[in-house]
């Protein structure tokens, strides 16, 4: 359609005031479809990105929501699994999910890390400069377990450290405990875990029921 549009405007030119008249139009309507092409690009890279940004909500805080975190000091959350209870470090920034438990030198039964996420996807995590071995269990946003990976070893530095992620479902939350938690408190795919933030930090952040 603008082809066509083109063509006719230069032959009516062309045929008044000559080829080289016409050829100087022709510049000119390239410049204009030029500068209108631009104009349509650049709003939907803009479109693309607001989307990228969009995120699922989460009472957890997050830097997300506005709230400052100190990736040398983590909240606590109680984590209730089959009647079982463990304190978990809240693990919601980049800094604190890259590092996860590498920061630790042991791990007690009635502890862990909690990973929060701002969206559900399948976050992949592996064992790179992990001291001792763990079980990484995968929450989908009601806390129902997804995927689990038990007993997994640290990576040795000569070798290729493995990562390892639920195939089939996405996750919003994911939990890190001793090695064998999964296999001792019975948790398998379904299993509901239940978690909130401490009692001391109840009044500084919205508390989490998973239910």
Same mark, same amino acid.
């Given at each position: ?8 405007? @230069? ?6 005031q000559g080829i080289m008249n016409s050829l100087s139009v022709l510049c000119?309507? =390239? ?10 690009? !650049? ?29 040398? *000091?983590?909240?606590? #959350?109680?984590?209730?699994?089959? *009647?079982? *209870? ?5 693990? $919601?920034?980049?800094?604190?999910? $890259? ?44 806390? $129902?377990? !997804?995927? @689990? ?20 479902? *996405? #996750? ?6 001793? #090695? ?12 509901? =875990? ?10 500084l952040y919205p508390v989490v029921i998973s239910g």
């Amino acid at each position: 359609m603008i082809y066509v549009l083109v063509n006719q405007i @230069i032959k009516m030119v062309a045929k008044k005031q000559g080829i080289m008249n016409s050829l100087s139009v022709l510049c000119l309507l =390239i410049i204009i479809l030029a500068s209108l092409s631009v104009s349509i690009i !650049v709003p939907y890279s803009s479109y693309e990105q607001t989307i990228s940004k969009k995120t699922t909500s989460s009472s957890f805080p997050s830097k997300q929501a506005g709230i400052s975190i100190n990736d040398t *000091n983590y909240l606590k #959350a109680n984590v209730t699994v089959n *009647n079982f *209870n463990l304190i978990a470090d809240l693990a $919601t920034s980049d800094v604190q999910q $890259t590092k996860g438990l590498a920061v630790k030198d042991h791990l007690q039964e009635k502890e862990g890390m909690l990973f929060v996420f701002q969206k559900p996807a399948q976050y992949h995590f592996w064992m790179k400069d992990m001291k001792f071995p763990i079980d990484i269990i995968w929450l989908d946003d009601r806390g $129902t377990v !997804v995927h @689990i990976e038990d007993r997994l070893q640290p990576c040795l530095p000569e070798f290729i450290c493995p990562s390892y992620a639920p195939t089939s479902s *996405n #996750a919003l939350y994911v939990l890190e405990t001793v #090695a064998g938690f999964s296999q001792k408190h019975n948790v398998k795919v379904g299993t509901h =875990i239940d978690f909130h933030l401490t009692r001391s930090q109840m009044g500084l952040y919205p508390v989490v029921i998973s239910g």
